[in-house]
């Protein structure tokens, strides 16, 4: 398998669901069920950092007397 940080969320996403499916089916031993619950929670964490540096660089520019600010888009604004 690649280096985690290599994988692209898509990527890293795809092989979570493919962990989840193996240990949903439940027909892996317990050494092999144990190795990809490690995997698929490292990749989770690295799907979460991706998703927290996405959302950091999701801005909405507006201007405020003059001046140029960079406010946090907000998800649930308009909802």
Request: net charge negative.
């Amino acid at each position: 398998m690649e280096k985690l940080t290599d994988l692209t969320f898509e990527q890293a996403m795809k092989r979570l669901e493919d962990i989840v499916s193996q240990l949903e089916a439940g027909e892996a031993p317990l050494d092999k069920s144990m190795a990809l619950f490690e995997e698929g929670t490292k990749l989770s964490a690295h799907l979460s950092s991706l998703l927290d540096r996405a959302e950091q660089k999701v801005t909405m520019m507006t201007t405020q007397n003059g001046e140029q600010i960079e406010l946090p888009f907000d998800m649930q604004e308009g909802e």
